[in-house]
């Protein structure tokens, strides 16, 4: 009987020791739950693309005006300017970091016209009156660089410059003239001229998402001069090449544009909450 109370109690020691070490010991902490990678809000390729409204401004040049405003001559001009129109444009690019992007684009723009009335008096002559007809339209690819100012509610402030080339096609030339009371008519051909190009942008860019962002922006461009073919007189004849000329072509424009971005970060959703046990 005695070796059986030395027994049990030699067991309850053993288990008092082995708690107090297990008590001792440090807690295993729970294993590391995986985080994904922080999610950047740049960089990659994107596409874009864009449409606009074209408001040109330019001068209409033709190489009489230099002999008139030599012999004493006065030139009053009315009326003359070109309609609105419209831009339609794709392009690539590349988000370098944060603040700096830069892209190719290619655009069409459709065709405007230009309208005038000359009002002309000179020495040696009499009075001359001429109304025009004409327009133009146009091919323009440029290489751009933003630079993103800052974002707030995501909305970014942006300016940016661009360089490139406007190819330029007139679409004929009609002058009917009225000089000392007879009448007259002339008609140039259109013809096609490269420029450089050059322009200044300056917008508001809104990021619906991690992929997909939409721009309101104003553009300045300057596409350089265009130019006319062979001239002909109301009895069709052919008087070699037109003197006429749209000189100084610039152009102001309203453009809405979209960007993908093709090398979107993945979102991950949330981990989901440790699980606690009760009791």
Known sequence: MRSVKFILAAGAASLMSTAVFA????IAPPPAMYAPPPVEDFGGWYLRGDIGMTNTSGNLHYRDMDTFAANNTQLLRGGAGFSSGMSYGLGVGYQF????RADITGEYRSKVNYTGVDF???NPGGPLSDSYNGGYKSWVGLVNA???LGTWWCITPFVGAGVGFANVTTTGMQDVGLSNGIPG???ADGASKTNLAWAAHAGLAYKVNNNFTVELAYRYLDLGTAVHGYGRSYDNFVQGQS?????NLT???????????????????????????KG
């Open 146 to 148: 933003y630079v993103d």
């Open 23 to 26: 008590a001792d010991m440090p």
């Open 97 to 100: 970091n944060n603040w700096f």
């Open 185 to 187: 008519s002339y008609f």
């Open 243 to 247: 003197s006429f000329q749209y000189r």
């Open 251 to 277: 152009s102001q424009d309203v453009r809405l544009g979209v960007r993908w971005n093709l090398d979107a970060a993945p979102v991950y959703a949330p981990p989901p909450p440790p699980l606690i046990r």
């Open 120 to 122: 002309i008096t000179y």
